[in-house]
């Protein structure tokens, strides 16, 4: 059977891009008599619309049972974002999706232990293994990775508020300066699963994978394949506080805190009396609050390279910027 791979390239992702390994790697596919189509994004809702032409242009791939029959798959090179903007545009068609990491973070694609070399992309794509993955919900906007409110999601308005074109982690030191420093540390009430978990100053995650920015451990036993969602609270109403929990995460001891508070559950409720409490979604500003978030369990298809002996999944990508860095 030919198989159709459609490339989907955002070439404003992360600091650089440079497809020409992708360009090496639609060589390949063609060389072995695959329908390979690359197109790159003008926007992130125009990596959705790709998404959904790509199917629409495959009709016997709409509404598959069995996504390891599919005709087509769509391989993504770009950021969290970009890969979220695709996974929605399809979500519930079971075409597999596989991960080319091109962003600042990628935290999806290292959780599944996707590196963006060709080798692994290859292997992934010629006898990788299909992970079923849930995707959370909030309000009528969905997502992979994580949901940040408060601080969070305050850096992040203010990355996207400066931002020109390509960025890198340095392009975050400012934002998260200025925030530390100007943050009125918000009032949150939440819920989850009905129950009153909190009613005070705080900052909340609610994580999908067990990923976050620079590897800090806020939810650390997250699995984006569970059918929950893992709620992270840190009461905190001042810097100095959250200068503590920062040390207590970095130092993966956060757990053991009275002011942190870890569950996991499929529908959490946020809303606050301050106006304007900044949200971020995977690493794009996010909806207003009140938020009414859910899991969606099983609602996408992500191929990965093939585990190594002993593991049922390929293991996360360990030191993924440092080996960026050392292979310029």
Known sequence: MVQRYYFIVNPKAGFCLDISGIKLLCDRLRADGQDVRLARTKSLEHAGELAQQAIAGCPSARNLSDPRQSPLVIIVAGGDGTVRTVIDAIAGSNVPVCIIPFGTENLLACELGLDGSLESTAAALKNGTLRT????????????????????????????????????????????????????????????????????????????????????????????GDGLLDLSIYKCNSRRRLLSHAVATAMKRSHKSALTLRRKCKEISISSPVDDVAVQIDGDPGPSLPLNIKVIPAAAQILTPPPPANHQYCPPVKLYHLKHWLLK
């Open 133 to 224: 993955m849930d995707l959370g919900q909030a309000n009528q906007r969905r997502f992979m990775a994580v949901i940040g409110v408060g601080f969070d999601g305050q850096v992040i308005r203010r990355v996207h508020s400066q931002r020109t074109g390509h960025i890198s982690q340095a392009h975050y030191i400012w934002p998260i300066c200025r925030t530390f420093w100007e943050y009125r540390f918000a009032h949150l009430r939440i819920e989850a699963d009905g129950q009153l978990v909190c009613d005070e100053p705080a900052l909340v995650f609610v994580s999908n994978i067990a990923r976050y920015a620079v590897q800090l451990g806020i939810a650390p036993d997250a699995d984006c």
